[in-house]
């Protein structure tokens, strides 16, 4: 099997669901990865090292921002002249854009935020959860190349190895477009939950720590979200002591003590990290559609009925203003911080 593995990168910073494609395609055979851009080398050695056979590099000034008609019209010509049997993508916004413009001129498919893959005699077979991850469905694409967007840290990242190296391919640019990107500006701070191995998250309850005295002249909702920064305060040194990023509950984003950037649930991100630790929160439906297929669940909260505990491997019944200091001070301990 040939399959081509499209390496999403944004201004240079490669989504590392990409090389998570890459040892995908690798377990079912020969595996190219794609580069598009412009300067692009060093993640073309990159690509090498993580296990590409070859890399076909598309580089030209046109491609240097993502936009979505040049990318597609290269992404095309190039699988129609080659041929793959399948062609994988980490699933990103970029990405969904330009496998469903693919997939058009290709007369084909794409199954997206797909779970698993497995050959089934000719067949593809790949898993993806729908229903708000209620229910996995089994499902093929009956086009040819079969297309497929992967779900971020579902599949193993293979490890780089600096002793892999070779020479990357030009492969030509169909750069016809209208349009040029003229900059880009931050809404939000950047928060990348997708990727992170351990995720700490804060709800409603940060806030709630009434012996907590805010500075004089604060009316009821300046306190509270006076309270709230310094619940944050706490979930978010524990995230840096552990490597991790700071999540969210809704009610702690509508109620403005974090951005909607950190939000985790049905109306937020979906994460699957290694290990996620709710501070706080009740644990809605919604959030945990967000949430449960974290590899190991830590809720601290002070409702021992709270429904989170259902779903944590480990619960600590307790105020999350004691618990996640003396939490965050072990972990120092611990690893050495
Ligand atoms: C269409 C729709 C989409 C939604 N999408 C999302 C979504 O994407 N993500 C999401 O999270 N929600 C979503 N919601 C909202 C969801 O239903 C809940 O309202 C929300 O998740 C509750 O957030 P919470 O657990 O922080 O707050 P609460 O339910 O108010 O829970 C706060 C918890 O903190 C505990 N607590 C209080 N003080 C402390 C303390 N000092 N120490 C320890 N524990 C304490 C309490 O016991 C309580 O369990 C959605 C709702 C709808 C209708």
């Not at 928060?191 to 309850?205: E, F, K």
Request: hydrophobic letters at 40%; proline letters at 4%.
């Amino acid at each position: 099997m040939k399959t081509f593995v499209y390496v999403d990168h944004f201004k240079g910073e490669v989504q590392p669901a990409s090389w998570e494609a890459l040892g995908l395609a690798k377990s079912l055979g020969a595996a190219s990865a794609i580069v598009f851009g412009s300067s692009v080398d060093a993640i073309a050695k990159t690509a090498f090292e993580h296990g590409a056979d070859e890399v076909l590099v598309a580089e030209e000034s046109a491609l240097t921002d993502y936009r979505a008609e040049p990318y597609a019209s290269t992404l095309s010509a190039l699988v129609s002249s080659q041929g793959p049997d399948l062609i994988l993508f980490p699933t990103t916004t970029r990405t969904r854009e330009l496998a469903a413009m693919t997939a058009v001129d290709l007369n084909t498919g794409v199954l997206t935020d797909i779970s698993a893959l497995e050959a089934d005699g000719d067949q593809l077979v790949a898993t993806r959860p729908i229903y708000e991850g209620k229910v996995l469905e089994k499902t093929v694409c009956s086009g040819k190349p079969v297309m497929a967007t992967i779900r971020g840290r579902a599949f193993p990242k293979p490890e780089a190895d600096a002793n892999k190296s070779g020479t990357a391919t030009k492969v030509d640019v169909k750069s016809d477009t209208l349009t040029t990107v003229e900059g880009y500006s931050a809404s939000e701070s950047a928060v990348n939950l997708g990727d992170a191995g351990v995720i700490v998250s804060g709800g409603r309850g940060v806030s709630n720590n009434p012996s907590l005295q805010p500075p004089a002249g604060m009316n009821e909702k300046q306190a509270e979200l006076w309270r709230a920064q310094q619940g944050f305060a706490l979930v978010t040194e524990l995230a840096q002591v552990l490597g991790g990023a700071v999540g969210a509950s809704r009610a702690a984003v509508d109620a403005g003590y974090i951005p909607y950037s950190h939000q985790v649930g049905q109306t937020g991100k979906v994460v699957t990290p290694d290990l996620y630790i709710a501070c706080g929160i009740s644990g809605a439906i919604q959030h945990l559609v967000g949430m449960r297929n974290a590899k190991l669940i830590v809720a601290i909260n002070k409702d021992s009925d709270a429904p989170i505990f259902k779903q944590a491997r480990y619960g600590v019944v307790g105020d999350l203003f004691q618990i996640v200091p003396a939490l965050t001070e072990a972990f120092k301990k611990k690893l050495g911080k």
